[in-house]
T-cell receptor, first 111, second 114 residues
Framework: EDKVVQSPLSLVVHEGDTVTLNCSYE??????LLWYKQEKKAPTFLFML????IEKKSGRLSSILDKKELFSILNITATQTGDSAVYLC???????????FGKGTRLSVIA | KAGVTQTPRYLIKTRGQQVTLSCSPI?????VSWYQQTPGQGLQFLFE???????NKGNFPGRFSGRQFSNSRSEMNVSTLELGDSALYLC?????????????FGPGTRLTVL
């Protein structure tokens, strides 16, 4: 059975800290890995990763994929209170199978 | 380009009733997926429609059903509502191309069953 595990489940940091969120997966026929940020409503798309070792970056957020060790990390530098959210990781597998989501990491950034 | 829209945004029903939720995907997207999200459970996949056909189905009882129209709009129906059906129902659209697929989510419909 395809599985995506995120860690930690929750995290509390102070503004200005750097955080690393983890996503490991065990799936057959991996295609790509997606990161989403979910605040109070719908998840919003952050990154799509398909190749190992190539960092995707958007402002203070960056992410990288390791297809050999089957994991991805999402880094957030100089965290702000607006970064408080649940961060979801999902894996796309080939064939007509649905995305496999992890349970998410709840990040709380306190001033 | 308009994003994914879902209606209604909030809904309160009582046990035993039925409900229909609607989702309009991003223009040009042919795939619509539905998810149920409850506290502590994460996103649970309900089903996916592509070109008016159900392409995938999650592990939900038959009370949960859906359909997709020729304009790619999709509806989800839940019959004989139970208290445990209270959740945020999210719809996501994508091109349907499995190689470059990225799903974009709508704002969700929050269903409360009393």
């Amino acid at each position: 059975e395809d599985k995506v595990v995120q860690s930690p489940l929750s995290l509390v940091v102070h503004e200005g800290d750097t955080v690393t969120l983890n996503c490991s997966y065990e799936v057959t026929n991996f295609r790509s890995l997606l990161w989403y940020k979910q605040e109070k409503k719908a998840p919003t798309f952050l990154f799509m990763l398909t190749s190992s070792g190539i960092e995707k970056k958007s402002g203070r957020l960056s992410s990288i994929l390791d297809k050999k060790e089957l994991f991805s990390i999402l880094n957030i530098t100089a965290t702000q209170t607006g970064d408080s959210a649940v961060y979801l990781c999902a894996v796309v597998v080939s064939g007509n199978t649905p995305l496999v989501f992890g349970k998410g990491t709840r990040l709380s950034v306190i001033a | 380009k308009a994003g994914v829209t879902q209606t209604p945004r909030y809904l309160i029903k009582t046990r035993g009733q039925q409900v229909t939720l609607s989702c309009s995907p991003i223009s040009g997207h042919r795939s619509v997926s539905w998810y149920q999200q409850t506290p502590g459970q994460g996103l649970q996949f309900l089903f996916e429609y592509f070109s008016e056909t159900q392409r995938n189905k999650g592990n939900f009882p038959g009370r949960f059903s859906g359909r997709q129209f020729s304009n790619s709009r999709s509806e989800m129906n839940v019959s004989t509502l139970e208290l445990g059906d209270s959740a945020l129902y999210l719809c996501a659209s994508s091109s349907g191309d499995r190689v470059t697929d990225t799903q974009y989510f709508g704002p969700g419909t929050r269903l409360t069953v009393l």
